[in-house]
């Protein structure tokens, strides 16, 4: 059983800040890959980064410079430190978790929602222009 729990979303201004986490509890596999997905209404899911069990990171090109993905392995948590957000980055925004058998780098960064089974509840980012 695999409990993904995210918290931090919040409404901000354009150009602010803000940091999601993802607590992660039960069988996390050693967190061998998690990721960051976002989904804006009436949109596709939309892939953020993903990181890997050796601590390889691999952003989306809309978020790259801007998003910084951690983990605090003793924690077991992940978090998404957000900078100099736009209205565009309005959405739920979801952690997910691979199961170690299914792992490889290339899967891992592929930004493919189905390589990831386990998912957390989500948590609401609201950027006002």
């Known amino acids: 059983q695999v409990l993904l729990v995210e918290s931090g979303g919040d409404s901000v201004q354009s150009g602010g800040s803000l940091r999601l986490s993802c607590a992660a509890s039960g069988n996390t596999f050693s967190a061998f890959c998690m990721g960051w997905f976002r989904q804006a209404p009436g949109k596709e899911r939309e892939w953020v980064g993903s990181i890997g069990s050796s601590g390889n990171i691999r952003y989306a090109e809309s978020v790259k410079g801007r998003f910084t993905i951690s983990q605090d392995n003793a924690k077991r948590t992940l978090y998404l430190q957000m900078s100099s957000l736009e209205p565009e980055d309005t959405a739920m925004y979801y952690c997910?978790?691979?199961?170690?058998?299914?792992?490889?780098?290339?899967?891992?960064?592929?930004?493919?929602?189905?390589?990831?089974?386990?998912w957390g509840q989500g948590t609401q980012v609201t950027v006002s222009s």
């Open positions: 997910a978790l691979m199961s170690p058998v299914a792992y490889s780098w290339s899967r891992c960064s592929s930004g493919q929602s189905g390589a990831f089974p386990y």
